[in-house]
């Protein structure tokens, strides 16, 4: 049986204060993650990622995917978590969406991110299909995180100058 969770870290040389911009703030969102973001930080409020074809992760997509999500928890600096993938028309819960969970951790002028997506059994249908879910997600999560790490270098480069 695939395990329940797709788990990433990352060390970023930044402060907790820049990540969580970069987590949570829409125009940020749509420089590493997906192409366009209507986040807001208040628990149980509603949002959308939107990825389009072609862009970050839309890749051969001939439509706009635009995702719902509802935020659970947000302590500034310190933790970020949504649900997502959850039925159309449906409001999420732990019985029918996954759960995404940044976790920030401030070490040695840096700070270590960790994203933990679980719930994956609650928006999958059989062990094929989670199985091909924390596929994509892990290559997904590894490729975005990658996005990530270029974009704040290159962000704090800009503050610099």
């Known amino acids: 049986m695939a395990a329940d969770s797709v788990e990433r870290e990352i060390l970023i040389e930044a402060s907790p204060e820049v990540v969580w911009g970069v ?42 995917a635009i995702v719902p999500i509802r935020v659970v928890d947000a302590e500034p600096f310190r933790r970020f978590s949504f649900r997502w ?21 401030e070490e040695a002028n840096c700070t270590r991110l ?13 062990e094929e299909g989670k199985a ?12 975005h995180f990658g996005e990530m790490l270029d974009y704040v270098s290159s962000k704090l480069r800009g503050a610099t100058r």
């Open 23 to 64: 987590i949570t703030e829409p125009e940020q969102i749509g420089r590493w993650f997906s192409d366009a973001a209507e986040v807001d930080t208040s628990p149980g409020t509603d949002g959308t990622l939107t990825w389009m074809p072609g862009g970050r992760g839309g890749g051969d997509k001939e439509f706009d």
């Open 85 to 105: 993938n959850h039925p159309e028309g449906a409001g999420p819960d732990e019985n029918n969406s996954a759960l995404v969970e940044f976790s920030l951790i």
């Open 114 to 126: 960790r994203v933990i997506e679980s719930g994956i059994d609650a928006v999958t249908h059989d």
């Open 132 to 143: 091909r879910y924390i596929e994509d997600h892990e290559q997904g999560w590894e490729r």
